[in-house]
């Protein structure tokens, strides 16, 4: 018997380096663009797990245990790993793919995938029952024990750029793929054509990126200076997004009439940040589409997210909440498991007068849009014609003015801007980066629309103005459970006919609860005052377990 095992034991030595020798000058294909990677030359020891320039490392699979075999698996990954190809986000492994438009985009790998990533990495050596020494494929257990560690030695990403980009330190991210002082993987498109970015830029080179820039918005009708100067910002914003430590707010670009430039502008500033028009969604129907919504587009890493034409106003809870988060966190779809991933989106909406409700109106700066004609788009007389065209034959030249003018103005010692600009709550470093570079260039105004914006926009205070004036009319001061309030809604239709936005379509929806919904709502307002008698809603009290509910003057 003894005889027997050794003998195993050599044909098991002599097998391995024999696969060792097959996998010898062999370069190692991931599968995923075409890449290889070499690492350093083998030291002809064949330790298990080891990465090697012309060999594959190899593994017997024996009786050990399955966290030795995942280790040894995990170390033939990771040293194979280099330049980067897999990484750790969101609680799993991710790669960058292409799809067939060419748009580069993040997704988790599955089972399958991680076991051909291993199997092009390690070599897996088994032996049969009748004693025979067999190559074999990475067992499943391995496979999915490896996926369910939740921490690998493998670089962080936080997410995608097509373009050059200014780092956090001031520096300029010019080379493909992954970045370790960004965490960024950078993808330029092939047709992308990049002018030298001067070091230290002169006068002249400033001005001239200057120019070069303000080209983009000449045709566009904004209603003032102060427009513009946002419609600047939003478009150096997604260029220097890496540079800016803090959270960016929603950009909403509202016209007066169809056909002003509202989507094109958007367009304008995607083809220039990604080189090409982002995808456009619509306005999600309740906030658990739109919390799916924002998963499934935050987990795809892109540097933007665009609502675009909207034709009900805007505002949820949970787009609430991502404009003001650094880190996403929510149920991945279809399954239990949490996933938390970078927010750091450059966020845009669009629509013909554009409407705000909740607390999206403080957590957006203004682009208005104005033709002054009955059919705008039937305006004549445009500097460039097919601007969007225009904007990819120079999207290099574009580039490299915003970056141009990013670098001077930081070696120029990041200069306070000549007028401070307003208070944006939450969003104090964006609004102290953008205004600045902005001021440098000689451009004024930025976010000084804002309050103008705030009052014809923010769609649900007034709404609730009214409402509250309705209820003071209706109901008085006395205290009302919300299941009252419903029976005096559904008996008086002109006292419905007040109600916000947000309740209406729940009180005439039968498949919704709508004393559960308003109770809620008024629980979000509580103790907020409303018009020139600064009313509120305020508890007093319950009754039958129900909350009781009264609108009086809130005391200062």
């Known amino acids: 018997m003894s005889e027997k095992i050794i003998d195993i034991r050599e044909k098991v030595k002599a097998k391995i380096e024999e696969e060792k020798a097959k996998f010898r000058g062999q370069p190692r294909d991931r599968g995923d663009s075409g890449q290889s990677s070499r690492s350093s030359p083998d030291d002809g020891g064949g330790k298990p797990g080891q990465a090697s320039k012309f060999s594959l490392p190899a593994i017997f699979i024996t009786n050990e245990f399955l966290d030795k075999l995942s280790d040894k698996a995990m170390e033939a990954l990771t040293a194979t790993n280099d330049p980067p190809y897999l ?10 793919e292409t799809d067939e438009k060419g748009r580069p985009h993040i997704i988790n790998l599955n089972d399958h995938q991680l076991r051909g990533y291993l199997a092009r990495s390690v070599g897996f050596i088994k032996i049969t029952s009748e004693g025979e020494i067999q190559k074999t494929s990475p067992p499943m257990d391995v496979v999915r024990d490896i996926l369910g560690l939740g921490k690998w030695e493998l670089p962080a990403l936080e997410g995608i750029v097509q373009g050059p980009v200014l780092r956090q330190d001031g520096t300029i991210l010019t080379t493909p793929g992954y970045d370790p002082l960004s965490r960024l993987y950078y993808v330029p498109p092939s047709d992308l054509n990049m002018p030298p970015i001067p070091e230290n830029p002169t006068d002249a080179e400033v001005r001239r990126a200057i120019n070069n820039f303000k080209e983009v918005f000449h045709d566009f009708p904004f209603i003032c ?40 502008l958007a367009e304008i500033v995607s083809c220039i940040a990604a080189g090409k028009v982002a995808a456009m969604a619509g306005n999600p129907k309740d906030d658990d589409e739109m919390r799916k919504f924002l998963t499934s587009r935050l987990l795809l890493g892109g540097p933007l997210i665009v609502f675009d034409n909207l034709d009900k106003p805007l505002g949820t809870a949970s787009l609430a909440r991502a404009l003001t988060s650094n880190e996403w966190e929510d149920r991945y779809l279809g399954k239990s498991l949490i996933v938390r991933m970078p927010q750091r989106a450059v966020w845009i909406a669009t629509g013909n007068n554009l409407r705000l409700t909740g607390d999206l109106p403080r957590r957006t700066y203004p682009i208005r849009l104005d033709a002054r004609m009955g059919r705008p788009w039937q305006r004549e007389g445009f500097k460039n014609r097919n601007l969007i065209g225009w904007v990819l034959q120079n999207r290099g030249e574009l580039l490299a003015a915003i970056l141009t003018i990013a670098r001077a103005f930081i070696l120029a010692g990041k200069p306070d801007p000549s007028k401070p600009a307003p208070v944006l709550g939450n ?58 309030v419903e029976r005096l809604l559904r008996n008086n239709p002109e006292f419905a006919a007040i109600l916000p936005d947000e309740l209406e379509d729940i009180l005439n929806d039968p498949r919704k609860s709508f004393t559960k919904r308003l109770g809620r709502a008024l629980a979000e307002k509580e103790k907020r005052p409303y018009g020139e008698k600064n009313l509120a809603f305020q508890r007093d009290g319950l009754e039958k377990r129900a909350v009781l509910w009264k609108l009086a003057p809130l005391n200062p």
């Open 87 to 96: 990484f750790a986000r969101s609680n799993t492994i991710v790669k960058v």
């Open 427 to 484: 969003f104090e470093a964006w609004a102290t980066t953008v205004g600045g570079v902005l001021s440098f260039a000689g451009v004024n105004g930025f976010l000084e629309n804002l309050q103008e914006f705030h009052n014809e926009s923010d769609l649900g205070t007034h709404e609730w103005e009214l409402f509250i004036g309705a209820w003071e009319e209706v109901i008085g001061s006395r205290a009302i459970t919300c299941k009252e």
């Open 225 to 264: 200076e102060s427009d513009r100067a946002n419609a600047l910002g939003l478009t150096i914003t997604p260029v220097i997004r890496p540079a800016i430590s803090g959270l960016v707010p929603l950009a909403g670009i509202t016209a007066r009439a169809p056909g002003t430039g509202k989507s094109l």
